[in-house]
């Protein structure tokens, strides 16, 4: 693990999907039950394939959604029509929209975190009875709420959004939410990291970062002024998502578990 200085370190900031909680995992689970109700080739398939073609979907149209090129109703037209074409079935755009409608029940009722999130969480703030929590997530701000809501994180972190004019609905609150479909810039463009540390009354070397992706979460935190941490949780990691190939800088720590955060986050 990389030596850090975590001396001056007041706000730890998290990703949610693939770091805090297991959205692989509940995703591969939602495209399962969907499976075998569609019945014909498509329940026939192979269910490793067709989850792997669906998390590629989902990562090449959210990245068209994050640069503009599709809302967000598009991103998921587009991805239930191209899952379900080479099966011989044709979604129009209001069948697309049904069928998405359909597995996200299956999604939402998937939500958990990873069993090191309490623990950890338990450990930093014993270990440091003063630091603060946030998220910064590319992603809908209503849609990660209500995911946030319902893992239980919401209260623990403390949370309140930001909003795209850096005002905050609670101030009251030690806690942010950055998301991108608010803020219209997404990670790892450097202005929504200080857009997140302008929100916590912090300078960005005064945060902690730590994501799942090697580019987008812990490189674009380490080159916006924060300490950048890339959480590579090994069997469990995302490998079409995860950017693993990309080589880390120094000063960029992985860990495998976020049990070991505590530890390189204590002064």
């Known amino acids: 693990m990389t030596a850090v200085d975590s001396a001056a370190i007041q706000v730890v900031l998290f990703d949610l999907d693939d770091t805090l909680m297991a959205h692989s995992r509940a995703v591969d689970l939602a495209i399962a039950l969907t499976q075998r109700a569609a019945g014909g080739d498509f329940a026939a398939a192979d269910k ?14 959210y990245a068209r959604y994050l640069s503009g090129e599709l809302d967000y109703e598009g991103q998921r037209i587009h991805r239930a029509r191209d899952l379900h074409a080479p099966y011989g079935i044709h979604l129009d755009d209001d069948a697309a929209l049904a069928w998405f409608a359909e597995y996200l029940h299956g ?17 930093l703030e014993s270990a440091v009875p003063s630091i603060r929590f946030g998220i910064i997530t ?12 319902r893992i239980d994180l919401w209260n623990r972190f403390d949370l309140t959004p930001v909003r795209r004019d850096g005002a905050v609905d609670d101030s009251g609150r030690r806690g942010r939410l950055i998301a991108s ?31 799942d992706r090697v580019r ?5 935190a380490h080159e916006a002024g924060m300490l950048g941490i890339w959480l590579d ?22 860990i495998r578990s976020l049990r070991e955060l505590p530890a390189l986050l204590a002064p």
């Open 48 to 61: 490793a394939a067709v989850q792997a073609r669906w998390r590629e979907l989902e990562e090449l149209h």
């Open 107 to 123: 999604y939402r009722d998937s939500w958990t975190l990873f069993d090191d999130v309490l623990p950890a969480l338990d450990a």
């Open 138 to 149: 590319n992603g809908d701000l209503a849609f990660q709420t209500d995911k946030l809501h």
């Open 181 to 211: 479909g608010e803020l219209g810039t997404t990670k790892p463009d450097p202005a929504i990291f200080a857009a997140a540390a302008a929100a916590c009354d912090v300078p960005p070397e005064s945060c902690a970062y730590l994501g």
């Open 216 to 220: 987008t979460d812990a490189i674009g």
């Open 233 to 254: 949780r090994g069997a469990h990691r995302n490998d079409t998502t995860s950017e693993s190939h990309v080589d880390l800088p120094a000063g960029v720590p992985r």
